[in-house]
């Protein structure tokens, strides 16, 4: 009986996604593709006109702390002759399948192959840190996930899954990108992953940067300096100044895990706030000149929402060695 089979690639056969450097990023394997007839002559397989079908799917809760979330890809393409060079057009892992069929006077041949499978290979820590660039963003990337990509040990590391956050809430990655949502590149492109975590972080420190001047603008602020002002002699100058550099990033690290709870002006709580002395009043050391700069005062974890985020991400982040 005549037949269309694979000469290749072998049913049960896994490919690995090469991690590539920071400045390539991971490489999808190159497959190369065969097929033949049997019980054919003459042999048409030189000259027929192949339709070829590449699929992958992968479904995120057939993995550790994965949620239910289909991430499937699919592509085609024509060859003359038997032979094709399958070069996947995005990074994606799980099972893969490759479907032929040709259409020959005699009948319709198709097949496909079994059991295929796509994995991630971790990538290597000193592309991970240079990806990372920024001392504080490599810590963060360590407290986050380990330098990790996939659900294996750092630095080479091989899984068919994806690192999932032990929460269960789809973050998933290096920077276990979770809010927004992570796309299907997140899961499965290690540099696209680190990409997406910066332009958080990015959005986050220019909230950050406007939160003093949105603060010191505001009516319930100046009200604090009104009440201030009325207990002395004469009204002080009161400063609330930007936060310094160092301050802006440790803010902006607090924002990646979500700021959380209230300050005392009814905005959300930032990793700085402006201090307070018992009876509610603003602390300010008011100078010779009669200006008072406040000082900001890096809020504890114990004055944090203990059931939203984590309370100590920052000093844990600090504490990281990638």
Not at 95 to 121: C, D, W, Y
Not at 264 to 271: C, I, K, M, R, T
Request: glycine content about 10%.
């Amino acid at each position: 009986m005549a037949e269309l089979q694979f000469v290749s690639p072998v049913d049960g056969t896994t490919f690995d996604i090469a991690p590539g450097t920071a400045a390539t990023g991971p490489q999808m394997p190159v497959i190369q593709a065969e097929v033949r007839f049997t019980g054919l002559d003459p042999d048409p397989t030189a000259t027929a006109t192949f339709q070829w079908v590449v699929s992958i799917e992968f479904q995120c809760s057939d993995c550790r702390n994965g949620r239910a979330r289909e991430i499937n890809d699919q592509f085609g393409f024509t060859t003359i002759g038997g032979k094709a060079s399958i070069n996947f057009p995005r990074v994606r892992g799980g099972q893969l399948t490759i479907a032929v069929s040709v259409n020959l006077p005699v009948q319709t041949f198709s097949t496909q192959t079994n059991e295929l499978h796509i994995r991630g290979v971790n990538p290597p820590v000193d592309e991970v840190s240079a990806a990372c660039g920024n001392g504080i963003v490599q810590k963060m990337v360590m407290h986050e996930s380990g330098y990790r990509q996939f659900n294996a040990p750092r630095d080479g590391g091989v899984s068919e899954c994806p690192l999932f956050s032990g929460d269960r809430m789809g973050g998933v990655g290096l920077f276990q990108i979770t809010n927004p949502p992570p796309t299907p590149e997140d899961h499965w492109d290690w540099r696209a992953n680190i990409n997406h975590g910066l332009q958080i972080l990015a959005q986050k420190k220019t909230t950050a940067s406007n939160y003093p001047a949105r603060l010191r603008n505001s009516q319930p602020f100046q009200a604090f300096v009104q009440r201030f002002n009325s207990s002395g002699d004469s009204p002080a100058q009161i400063v609330l100044p930007d936060f310094t550099p160092a301050q802006l990033d440790l803010d902006s690290v607090r924002g990646y895990n979500g700021w959380a709870g209230k300050d005392a002006f009814g905005n959300v709580l930032h990793e700085f706030r402006v201090p307070l002395d018992d009876a509610g009043n603003l602390v300010v050391n008011v100078g010779s000149d009669n200006r008072g700069v406040i000082q900001w005062e890096q809020v504890p974890g114990s004055d944090r929402p203990q059931n939203s985020g984590d309370p100590n991400y920052v000093a844990n982040v600090l504490a990281q060695q990638p």
